[in-house]
Nanobody, 119 residues
Framework: QVQLVESGGGWVHPGGSLRLSCVGF????????TSWHRQAPGKQRERVAY???????YYSDDVRGRFTFSRDNAKNTLNLQMNSLQPEDTAVYYC?????????????WGQGTQVTVSA
């Protein structure tokens, strides 16, 4: 049974920082992509940072230069360092692991962690 458990969300002033972590439990093989997504109230979920098999990392225009994606394989952990946070970054943040199983790709999701940025 695979489970992703997130932590690190909370409330912060504009300009502040938070670090999200996502620990994976269970055996996931043949990972094709790992990523962080967010969903603000009344909006669709969007991918903000992701890493592909080659190890290259990509960011959405909204977070590039402020957020940093990292992975600690020894600890089965994904991290998202978020700096210079703004009110528009307020959302529930989710980690995602996409793995190839046969001819299909299966996605695993964390439960989400709330990030609130306000004065």
């Amino acid at each position: 049974q695979v489970q992703l458990v997130e932590s690190g969300g909370g409330w912060v002033h504009p300009g502040g920082s938070l670090r999200l972590s996502c620990v994976g439990f269970g055996n996931i093989t043949d990972i094709v992509e790992t990523s962080w997504h967010r969903q603000a109230p009344g909006k669709q979920r969007e991918r903000v940072a992701y890493e592909v098999r080659s190890g290259r990392t990509y960011y959405s225009d909204d977070v590039r230069g402020r957020f940093t994606f990292s992975r600690d394989n020894a600890k089965n952990t994904l991290n998202l360092q978020m700096n210079s946070l703004q009110p528009e970054d307020t959302a529930v943040y989710y980690c995602n692991v996409a793995a190839a199983i046969g001819m299909t790709v299966h996605e695993y999701w964390g439960q989400g962690t709330q990030v609130t940025v306000s004065a």
